[in-house]
């Protein structure tokens, strides 16, 4: 069986897109390959070595955020220990890319696969890159293949001076997991959920999925409440570093009985609280791709996002979707209030995204097309 090599900065039970991208891909070419994990600890609680699913997981360093830089310039000394490789594949270009780069220089002939999966702006991450820029440049163009979940990111992959061919294969979405089996189980989830928050079952609710930080632009959709009617609710599922700002926001803008905060929801069960809500909503700075918006269309919810980064891969504004003016807490209200209020317009935008999402972006879609690629590369 064909051994792959991982590079990841982390993995679960730490979960982003590229987390679970990883785990839906290894848990469908289980069978056809052998996928070897190395990460950094982050978490001292964590164990050193174990599997997960289709994984062989190895963690590096104490459980602290250093364990990130020991990835990076360890990891791939580490891995010469596990066995040899038919191709190493580097999670983003970020300390998991840094540690694939190095494991290429080291074995030459060993095919270095790329993904790339960024959601921060590209002058941000080049805030944080200047200190190894060689390095970083160099886990472009030593690639040789490299695998964009958007065309926002494959032209950035350009840019950044790739020369092997760059191959747009987004992230999919679990069917299974956020089409509700039948509208007895959403609408039993709409009044659980809505119940739990104090939130009438007649009651317009838009819910928000994010990480709590700047670049999501959650403090522009909650100032964009004052503009809804006064028995909208608001719905944040996520936790960041802008915790307490936003709800001190709240606070100040006399919301507090209209924006509820949710914290942490696991995966498995953020489903629940996409079936009790009107609208999806996240006016980001930036997008490598928003998985979470397809997670909303695949749970037959209508979107509103702005017209940034990969989103424009699958969002046509009044087809799959209403597009926002970054920042304009006046048009973010305006596009969320034309939903609430044309309840025909909400079922075609439901409708159409639901049928995207069946039609591109499915898992098993998805996991096939990366299977041609791990493949080519082990040749």
Request: contains cysteine; aromatic residues 10%; hydrophobic residues 45%.
């Amino acid at each position: 069986m064909r051994r792959i090599l991982i590079f990841s900065t982390a993995y679960l039970p730490l979960i982003g897109g590229a987390e679970v991208m990883v785990k839906e891909i290894t848990d469908r070419l289980g069978t056809e390959f052998e996928f070897v994990l190395v990460t950094a600890q982050l978490r001292a609680e964590l164990p050193s070595h174990e599997r997960i699913g289709a994984v062989e997981v190895h963690r590096i360093g104490r459980g602290y955020w250093s364990d990130k830089l020991l990835l990076a310039f360890y990891g791939a000394r580490y891995a010469r220990s596990l066995g040899g490789f038919d191709a190493v594949w580097g999670i983003m270009a970020s300390y998991g890319g840094l540690a694939a780069l190095r494991y290429k220089k080291m074995h030459l002939r060993t095919k270095f696969l790329l993904t790339l999966q960024e959601g921060d702006s590209r002058a941000h991450i080049y805030a944080r890159v200047w200190w190894w820029w060689p390095y970083f440049t160099q886990i472009f163009k030593r690639a040789d293949k490299i695998q964009a979940i958007s065309n926002y990111l494959a032209e950035w992959a350009r840019e950044m001076g790739a020369r092997c061919a760059v191959d747009v294969v987004p992230n999919g979405v679990d069917a299974a997991k956020f089409s509700p089996p039948d509208e007895v189980a959403r609408a039993r989830a709409r009044a659980e959920v809505r119940q739990q928050y104090g939130i009438s079952l007649n009651a317009p609710l838009v819910v928000s999925v994010s990480r709590l930080v700047p670049k999501n632009g959650i403090a522009d959709l909650i100032q964009a409440m004052k503009f809804l009617p006064e028995d909208a609710h608001l719905m944040i599922v996520g936790e960041g570093v802008l915790s307490r700002s936003l709800h001190a926001l709240v606070q100040t803008k006399g919301l507090k009985d209209r924006v509820h905060f949710v914290g942490f929801v696991s995966h498995n069960d953020l489903p629940r609280y996409l079936w009790a809500s009107d609208i999806f909503c996240r006016p980001s700075l930036s997008e490598g791709l928003g998985n979470v918006f397809l997670e909303a269309m695949a749970a037959g919810v209508p979107v509103v996002a702005p017209q940034v980064g990969g989103i424009k891969d699958f969002l046509i504004d009044g087809e799959t979707g209403l597009f926002c003016k970054i920042g304009d807490t006046l048009d973010i209200a305006q596009k969320i209030k034309l939903i609430l209020v044309d309840k025909h317009l909400s079922e075609y935008l439901r409708k159409n995204g639901l049928q995207l999402v069946r039609d591109k972006f499915y898992w098993s879609n998805i996991a096939r097309q990366m299977k041609n690629i791990l493949c080519y590369l082990c040749v």
